[in-house]
């Protein structure tokens, strides 16, 4: 398939925004597992009603680079083996590409896995939280 440039590029744009993506993803589960570290920490209802909030406005962004890794990863597979394999291929960078594929897709597994298991301890935390202010 012949490529033209500017296709080469928004599929180019494509691929560095859909890895950026990922990146966020993992980076949004470490920042949400320090929140829960520190709030462990603190013990207070306030420590608990800004973590509360915090992953109120977390999810938001985890939700948008899920997506984006999604709707981001449909061109990128259309494309692959005219743009990525074989740039790469031409290159001897086969092995790198299948690394970086390998570690991005453990990210990705790893930060799902990560807020799926934060959802069940903010449940506990809401209904905590929420027996508190009834008194």
Do not use: C
């Amino acid at each position: 398939m012949q490529i033209s440039p500017e296709l080469g590029v928004a599929i180019m744009m494509n691929n560095y925004f859909h890895d950026v993506a990922t990146a966020l993803l993992a980076a949004s589960a470490f920042v949400i597992h320090a929140i829960v570290r520190t709030q462990a920490v603190m013990a207070s209802r306030e420590a608990s009603l800004f973590f509360l909030r915090t992953y109120d406005q977390m999810v938001k962004f985890f939700r948008f680079a899920l997506w984006w890794i999604i709707i981001g990863g449909i061109p990128r597979t259309v494309f692959y083996t005219s743009f990525e394999w074989a740039n790469a291929a031409d290159k001897l960078q086969v092995p790198a590409l299948m690394v970086k594929h390998v570690v991005m897709a453990v990210l990705v597994i790893w930060g799902v896995y990560a807020w799926r298991r934060l959802k069940v301890k903010v449940a506990a935390l809401r209904q905590s939280v929420q027996a508190v202010a009834q008194g």
